[in-house]
């Protein structure tokens, strides 16, 4: 097997190349270009797609997960069509977008219910099968300790000024660039559900507190966090910090959902 590291291949050439079952990390193919390419089986995480053309494209069985913005397809964007649909399929969803202080408050409320019902639903399996990955992403205890790691950084130390909030047991994204001695990061960590909700339950009571505290002139305030670690910010909207708790914990519901859903499958 023919290994590339730290090389820099710019303007390579392949033609007529098998690349099967190759892997790509932290590869660039900015401008790159790709005629009649094979991408049947192909899995692809945390990628890039910005200013991307694809023509003549055959999609079939395909599974798009993301942010879409300006995605046009046969003529059609179909980001504003995808939000429509998602919040119409699930009402809860748009109270996830509040401006008001009133609104974040029963944004979380509806939020902290729903995860109930899946902690509930978790606690149904064996430890073993919560900490299995389904489809090569995050298992179910490691979903909850990247929550964990999003309240420490957006509400703890954002909005609270806590310089170094973390719990060694939280868990950055995997393609984090890493902040070495400053913020935990031990993805092989296998600790018990009930380990971490002690985390989680301290977690959502300091968020508690910040909703019940929030007036409609705090949210229109801005925030700065400069030490090292994550986030580092000058000048970001409080309602921005509060909105991206709301949105993590909203989509990594759904991904435990659709694992759990698997796992009971496989049982």
């Not at 980001?79 to 202080?101: H, N, V």
């Not at 993590?248 to 435990?256: D, I, K, M, N, T």
Request: charged residues 30%; proline residues 5%.
């Amino acid at each position: 097997m023919t290994e590339f590291r730290e090389q820099d291949l710019t303007g390579a050439r392949f033609e007529r190349t098998s690349l099967r079952e190759a892997s790509f990390e932290k590869v660039h193919l900015n401008n790159a270009t790709m005629r009649e390419v094979d991408f049947g089986g192909a899995r692809i995480h945390a990628a890039l797609f910005d200013d991307v053309r694809i023509r003549g494209a055959y999609l079939n069985d395909v599974e798009i997960t993301g942010e879409l913005s300006g995605v046009t397809v046969n003529g059609v964007d179909i980001g504003p069509l995808i939000e429509t649909e998602l919040d119409r399929l699930d009402p809860d969803r748009p109270k996830m977008r509040p401006d008001t202080a009133d609104g974040f408050r029963e944004g979380w409320t509806v939020l902290k219910r729903l995860w109930e019902g899946t902690l509930a639903r978790a606690g149904t399996f064996p430890e073993e099968a919560l900490h299995r990955s389904v489809d090569g992403e995050w298992s179910f205890i490691q979903t909850v300790r990247h929550l964990n790691f999003a309240e420490a950084a957006w509400v703890h130390r954002m909005l609270l000024g806590v310089e170094s909030p973390w719990h060694p047991l939280d868990l950055p994204w995997d393609e984090a660039s890493g902040w070495p001695g400053v913020v935990p990061w031990d993805r092989d960590a296998k600790p018990s559900l009930d380990e971490v909700l002690v985390v989680r339950r301290d977690r959502v009571a300091t968020v508690d507190g910040v909703m019940e505290s929030l007036t409609d002139a705090l949210l229109a305030t801005e925030v700065a966090q400069t030490t090292p670690g994550y986030p580092r910010e000058e000048g970001l909207p409080y309602r921005q910090c509060l909105r991206i708790v709301l949105n993590e914990g909203w989509e990594h519901r759904l991904y435990a959902e659709r694992d759990l859903t698997a796992l009971a499958k496989e049982a």
